[in-house]
């Protein structure tokens, strides 16, 4: 046996060779984790060359990931609260509502 090769050997009841295979394991999900992190900044970089809002796009999917009930919730509290401290305007009327204005000009 080759020293510093420890294959057999047991440590805490467990086998060196078994702790190498978790190892090696572990070294290759951090290289794909690597390489899948670097593939969503080139699509990053992709939307935003096609004038997308990155920010954005990073909170749409943190939106798609929630449950459409606890995400209507969370929307509906958000509202309130910012209705509640003037930060948000009330889109049924026609002085806060960009939209409606312009619509009643035309």
């Known amino acids: 046996?080759?020293?510093?090769?420890?294959?057999?050997?047991?440590?805490?009841?467990?086998?060196?060779?078994?702790?190498?295979?978790?190892?090696?394991?572990?070294?290759?999900?951090?290289?794909?984790?690597?390489?899948?992190?670097?593939?969503?900044?080139?699509?990053?970089?992709?939307?935003?060359?096609?004038?997308f809002d990155v920010k954005t796009l990073r909170e749409i999917l943190k939106i798609r990931k929630i449950e459409a009930s606890d995400l209507e919730a969370r929307e509906y509290l958000l509202y309130t609260y910012k209705k509640a401290l003037g930060m948000s305007p009330d889109l049924f009327d026609e002085d806060d509502n960009l939209a409606i204005k312009e619509t009643k000009k035309a």
């Not at 078994?18 to 939307?47: G, P």
């Open 1 to 51: 046996m080759a020293k510093g090769h420890n294959s057999g050997a047991f440590y805490g009841g467990l086998s060196a060779e078994h702790l190498k295979q978790f190892i090696e394991r572990l070294e290759r999900l951090q290289e794909e984790k690597s390489n899948v992190t670097n593939d969503i900044k080139e699509v990053l970089a992709e939307s935003k060359g096609a004038g």
